[in-house]
């Protein structure tokens, strides 16, 4: 009789007692409340920064994010000036990638989006007229001006074009590269397109600009920008330390993975609607709810209270 009342007390107990899973997750440090990011000028990390930002705001964080070079940005990783990168472009940036793993001053969190491509481009006009392949540059100098079109200053994309001028690999010795911001860039494409002039420029999906314009992507570039086109993926890097010191934020961003189809939106509302960029995530996210159900798995807000309800809350959803 004893030992039957006993079991029926253990089982009670089982039965009353919240299983382990409920136990809440440790809370973040006080110090990850704002969270420190980076965005080279880029629209597509423009856009991702600015989903992260509509979510963290809703879980009652705080976003301040840096506008930095891609080298400036990872020094400022490892000097523990920036917590999170969304646009850590593999393989282009390897070379950084390195440096910043031979230091330990980087985690990997996520590969945040796959199938992204990342080489040179012409009109599709140009490639009519008998450029697709690098080494079909060269011929055809006087038409472009012996001028490659990059993006900023210091990008590793530039690195890569320059290094293969001065290499003097399919025969573009004098050649010069044009630095400018991807806007810039953009702009000359847009001019040079409206009156059939030549022009090569540095092009990669996601972006708008794929619809915008009809490009084709060069072949033979493997040696500077890798096989497929440029054929990329996407990582979400933390500064070394910071997961551990804010466990619940670093889920967030591990759970954030996006597809092109969700970024060639986000920049198109961008770059062709001129919405500002929190404007065009908060769109977004309304127009597709479903997509903060993964994002927010496992992901309580700041001061412990179930994320999703309180994202939805603070979309009005």
């Not at 006009?125 to 697709?132: C, I, R």
């Not at 910071?242 to 591990?254: Q, V």
């Amino acid at each position: 009789m004893t030992r039957s009342l006993l079991a029926a007390a253990a089982l009670a107990l089982a039965v009353l007692s919240p299983p382990l899973l409920a136990v809440p997750a440790r809370a973040d440090a006080p110090g990850c409340k704002t969270i420190l990011m980076s965005d080279p000028g880029w629209t597509d990390i423009t856009s991702t920064n600015a989903i992260a930002g509509v979510l963290l705001d809703g879980l009652g964080y705080e976003q301040d994010v840096k506008t930095l070079s891609v080298p400036i940005g990872y020094e400022s990783m490892k000097n523990g000036k920036i917590d999170v990168f969304l646009g850590n472009w593999m393989p282009a940036q390897t070379k950084f990638i390195d440096a910043l793993d031979a230091a330990k001053a980087v985690e990997v969190l996520a590969t945040n989006l796959k199938g992204a491509k990342f080489t040179l481009a012409v009109p599709s006009y140009v490639a009519e007229g008998g450029v697709k392949d690098f080494k079909d540059l060269a011929t055809h100098a006087d038409k472009f001006g012996s001028q490659i079109y990059g993006i900023e200053p210091g990008a590793p994309a530039n690195q890569n074009i320059q290094k293969m001028i001065d290499s003097g690999d399919f025969d573009l010795k004098g050649w010069k590269l044009v630095e400018s911001g991807e806007q810039a860039m953009l702009a000359q494409v847009k001019r040079a397109s409206n009156g059939k002039d030549w022009i090569v420029f540095l092009a990669w999906a996601p972006h708008p600009m794929n619809e915008t314009f009809d490009l084709t992507y060069l072949s033979g570039g493997d040696a500077y920008f890798g096989p497929d086109f440029g054929g990329a993926s996407v990582r979400t890097l933390a500064r070394a330390g910071w997961a551990a010191d804010c466990p619940n934020a670093a889920r967030l961003f591990t759970n954030l993975i996006f597809d092109l189809p969700m970024e060639n939106a986000m920049m198109g509302m961008i770059l062709n609607d001129g919405k500002e960029p929190a404007a065009a995530a908060k769109a977004w996210l309304k127009g597709h709810p479903d997509a903060l159900t993964p994002w927010l798995e496992g992901v309580t807000t700041f001061d412990g209270k179930p994320g999703l309800g309180a994202v939805k809350a603070s979309l009005g959803l």
